[in-house]
């Protein structure tokens, strides 16, 4: 019996060593910045092999991969040949594309890689930016968590962040982009918060949507459109409407493809004072929804698809004809 053990003991103790050698012998890219400028140009965010799978934000420490190309297969090859160390792309989670570099070209180059090489696992998010991948990747605030955490690395405890424009997965993305429909995808910035111990704080945030159709960008600020999270989804949200003093925490919608198209949105908030103003709030939103149309239509923005729903449900449906109803439920 103390023989078996020991030779447990032992083989445990070999495979934790070579599991650490595995680890520490690979190179786990998270995040992949694209821009185009004549060449390819390619920012990895890499956390150390030590820092992968901790949940410790001041126990992430990172590094940066650039590479360039003539094509894409050129700038991977590049990355692949800067190290000794097995560059792991298993791991990603978000690509981010520069404004300059999401064109119908670059799209259509960058599918058929992904398609044809199989290191790449399908498993990731879609955004753009019109920042560079060092500005992106780079930073740390004041408590030294770095960009590891932020709108880019999605999971249960981020969703509250996509509130106004929600992240696209891969796979819908191709689909869409296969099927010619608008593609909503969050356009990120980085911000500067404000100031402790004389150290700025900057963190990356959504700061608006691009929407591509037929090769074609536009792209919409919060600043210039605030209510557009109205037409979006999302059920870990925090959208504080300060006038009735209310915090919405879920949007959801659902169409009824009749005469003319409606469009049901259920509205889960909470009042911050004990008022009853659902009504008040009710008109408040839907105007802010008649501006929403209003810009969409003065921008030539397609943002609710409506050429593909009309193709699709042999509709003649234009933005006039939408209809909104909102059904408000106060938690």
């Not at 004549?38 to 990895?44: A, G, Q, R, S, V």
């Not at 945030?205 to 037929?214: L, M, P, Q, R």
């Amino acid at each position: 019996m103390k023989k078996l053990l020991m030779l447990i003991i032992v083989f445990v103790a070999f495979y934790l060593v070579g599991s650490r050698f595995v680890i520490s012998n690979n190179i786990y890219v998270c995040a992949i910045y694209i821009d185009y400028n004549d060449k390819y140009e390619l920012t990895m965010l890499c956390p150390s092999a030590s820092s992968v799978g901790s949940k410790d934000k001041q126990d992430i420490s990172s590094s940066l991969i650039k590479c360039e190309g003539n094509s894409l297969d050129e700038a991977f090859n590049e990355a692949a040949t800067s190290s000794v160390l097995t560059i792991n792309y298993r791991h990603i989670v978000s690509i981010v594309f520069n404004i300059n570099a999401f064109n119908k070209r670059i799209l259509d180059e960058f599918n058929r890689f992904i398609s044809n090489n199989s290191f790449i696992d399908f498993n990731f998010y879609v955004f753009t930016t019109s920042k560079k991948g060092d500005e992106l990747f780079s930073f740390k605030n004041p408590d030294d968590v770095s960009s590891y955490f932020s709108v880019l690395n999605l999971n249960a405890l981020s969703r509250y962040l996509y509130t106004y424009a929600s992240p696209i997965h891969y796979v819908e993305f191709l689909k869409r982009y296969s099927d010619n429909e608008t593609i909503n995808l969050p356009y990120i910035e980085i911000n500067e918060n404000y100031i402790i111990d004389d150290k700025t704080t900057k963190n990356i945030f959504i700061n608006g949507v691009t929407s591509y159709y037929e090769g074609k960008i536009k792209i919409t600020l919060k600043e210039d459109n605030p209510y557009l999270f109205l037409l979006n989804e999302f059920t870990e949200g925090s959208v504080y409407i300060d006038k009735y003093d209310a915090i919405i925490k879920r949007n959801t919608l659902s169409y009824k493809y009749n005469d003319k198209l409606i469009i049901k949105i259920k509205i889960k908030y909470k009042g911050l004072l004990n008022l009853d103003n659902t009504l008040e709030l009710r008109e408040f939103l839907l105007m802010k929804l008649d501006d929403n149309i209003n810009y969409l239509l003065k921008n030539d923005i397609d943002y609710l698809n409506l050429k593909y729903i009309n193709d699709i449900y042999k509709k003649n449906y234009t933005y006039q004809d939408i209809k909104f109803k909102i059904l408000l439920n106060k938690m």
